[in-house]
């Protein structure tokens, strides 16, 4: 069974870093697209980047020039670089596949606080 384990969350400051990662265990991960969704209180989960089979990459507008999404297919993991962190970037994160959605993990959340 395909697990999805993300990891890197905390609590920050306004115009801090962090560095997310996700595992996703099994054969697949170097198959498919690869998405970081976040779902802050209240809304409705969203995809914030998003990375190809061939490492092309997509970001939603409020997070361009922030955000940095990779993957390392030798260790079934994708990384999400997020800096100048702003209170609008407050949400539980998660990775899942955008083709070919797999059961969701925990996710890591991320607080951004002053």
């Known amino acids: 069974q395909v697990q999805v384990v993300e990891s890197g969350g905390g609590l920050v400051q306004p115009g801090e870093s962090l560095r997310l990662s996700c595992v996703i265990s099994?054969?697949?991960?170097?198959?498919?697209?690869i998405g970081w969704y976040r779902q802050a209180p209240g809304k409705q989960r969203e995809l914030v980047a998003r990375i190809s089979v061939r490492r092309r990459t997509d970001y939603t507008d409020s997070v361009k020039g922030r955000f940095t999404i990779s993957r390392d297919n030798a260790k079934n993991t994708v990384f999400l670089q997020m800096n100048s962190l702003n209170t609008e970037d407050t949400a539980v994160y998660y990775c899942?596949?955008?083709?070919?959605?797999?059961?969701w993990g925990q996710g890591t959340q991320v607080t951004v606080s002053s």
């Open positions: 899942n596949l955008p083709n070919k959605l797999l059961t």
């Open positions: 099994g054969s697949i991960f170097s198959l498919y697209d």
